[in-house]
């Protein structure tokens, strides 16, 4: 699990805005902050997104198909993904949208009491042909305290360049 100072190394150079397509460096790292799982958490994911399956709200059920107790659902963990990078603030001012998850692998269970952070790595970069803007590839692992690697998926994102920044004229 990433320390504070570790952080905020990460995070270092990134002005208050965050970063636009331009300041992208391939291979650079990043570290968020830790989450700890919970069984309220797990329950209301349930509920929002309807799936109730007893894995995720029986704790027999779960004994008997194999795990310690009940489990997070993936997408639970995939979601989480996406919030503890927001954290990071790296696009607060330059997203555009993501265009999607790929390569997504569920690789051990997520339990109630796991302490979970997010390790990303900026894996490639390309301007976009239709606007200033360029589409960011992220490599993204959710891993537990320990540091094991729990779910890990590619994410692209879209992320405004400056030169669309200023030609809006702010």
Not at 75 to 85: D, H, P, R
């Amino acid at each position: 699990m990433a320390t504070e100072a570790q952080m905020q190394a990460c995070l270092a150079g990134i002005g208050p805005e965050g970063l636009f397509y331009e300041d992208i460096e391939v291979g650079a790292e990043f570290v968020t902050s830790d989450h700890e799982i919970t069984r309220e958490g797990i329950a209301i994911f349930g509920k929002v997104t309807l799936d109730e399956h007893p894995l995720h709200v029986d704790e027999d059920y779960a004994r008997k198909a194999g795990f310690p107790g009940l489990i997070a659902h993936g997408l639970f963990g995939l979601s989480l993904m996406e919030g503890l990078k927001t954290r990071l603030h790296l696009y607060d001012q330059s997203s555009i949208a993501s265009l999607g998850w790929d390569a997504v692998k569920f690789r051990a269970p997520i339990l109630p009491g796991d302490r979970v952070y997010v390790w990303m790595r900026f894996s490639g970069a390309r301007a976009s042909s239709s606007r200033p803007a360029g589409i960011v590839t992220e490599e993204v692992e959710l891993r537990r305290a320990d540091g094991r690697v729990l779910i890990s998926a590619q994410h692209l994102s879209f992320i405004r360049a400056k030169a669309e920044t200023l030609a809006e004229g702010t």
